[in-house]
């Protein structure tokens, strides 16, 4: 069943082609990474899904039921204002005490909840990030760059608390990163985004393609094994090989 439905989509930012026919659906329970370079359009994407940027042409058509968690890059936080973690989590909504600790327990940091929002690390306050995106149940988890700034260990231990709140709720997830060695072994299907989509399909198969080692070095690929695992389903997977900026089609 897909969650999403972007089709043809083209999104001018300032006069400039930000996103240029781009297709691709989003099934319930895949993980599904988009990477790129700079200037992609990779956070851009994201923002016409959850419906903050308007498309120039072509459409996106979500789920009647579709509940979307949100995880953002980082969050700007007042050092001097006092809020715990708990509080936070019931803003701007008033949020029970047993619903705030289960999405704590999901997002693996169960034992913070009487913590001062400030005082957190990086890697503690992204958590509490996915564990408010986690508060109301969402069948799609989409997640911009969410490791930005931590390490490898960081965001490798981030990724596999993903792949756990997969399982446990049966989300599907949609995530941008940079992190791609760790993320690509952590995703079932992988999007690669120049403004289109020039190529797409699972790890292996997007690792190997010539779009992919273009953008990113031919070390890439061999860098991949270090982290690949196996899935127990398949997902179409094709590359396009057009560089003209014309459509990619993915679904």
Do not use: W
């Not at 969650?3 to 659906?25: E, K, T």
């Not at 760790?182 to 299907?189: F, L, N, W």
């Not at 900026?245 to 993915?250: A, E, K, L, P, T």
């Amino acid at each position: 069943m897909s969650l999403v439905n972007v089709n043809n989509l083209s999104v001018n930012l300032g006069g400039h082609a930000a996103l240029s026919h781009v297709d691709f659906s989003i099934s319930a329970g895949e993980i599904v990474t988009v990477i790129g370079p700079n200037g992609s359009g990779k956070s851009t994407l994201m923002r016409a899904i959850i419906g903050a940027l308007p498309p120039t042409s072509g459409g996106i058509k979500r789920a009647d039921d579709l509940r979307i968690g949100y995880v953002p890059q980082k969050l700007q936080i007042d050092a001097s204002l006092p809020m715990t973690v708990s509080r936070f989590l019931s803003l701007p909504r008033r949020r029970s005490a047993p619903d705030t600790q289960s999405a704590l327990a999901a997002a693996g940091v169960d034992d913070i909840g009487a913590r001062q929002i400030v005082d957190l690390s990086g890697g503690q306050l992204q958590r509490v990030l996915l564990a408010r995106a986690l508060l109301d149940r969402p069948n799609l988890l989409i997640l911009d760059e969410a490791t930005q700034g931590l390490d490898q260990p960081g965001a490798a231990s981030f990724y596999r608390q993903i792949e756990d709140v997969r399982a446990r709720l049966g989300c599907a997830v949609l995530m941008v990163s940079h992190d791609l060695h760790v993320v690509m072994a952590a995703s079932d299907r992988v999007i690669c985004l120049n403004g289109h989509v020039c190529c797409h399909g699972t790890p292996d198969i997007v690792a190997s393609a010539p779009e992919y080692r273009a953008l990113f070095g031919s070390g890439t690929q061999g860098a991949l094994a270090l982290y690949r695992h196996d899935h127990n389903h398949r997902h179409d997977e094709t590359c396009s090989h057009d560089h003209s900026g014309d459509n990619g089609h993915v679904g």
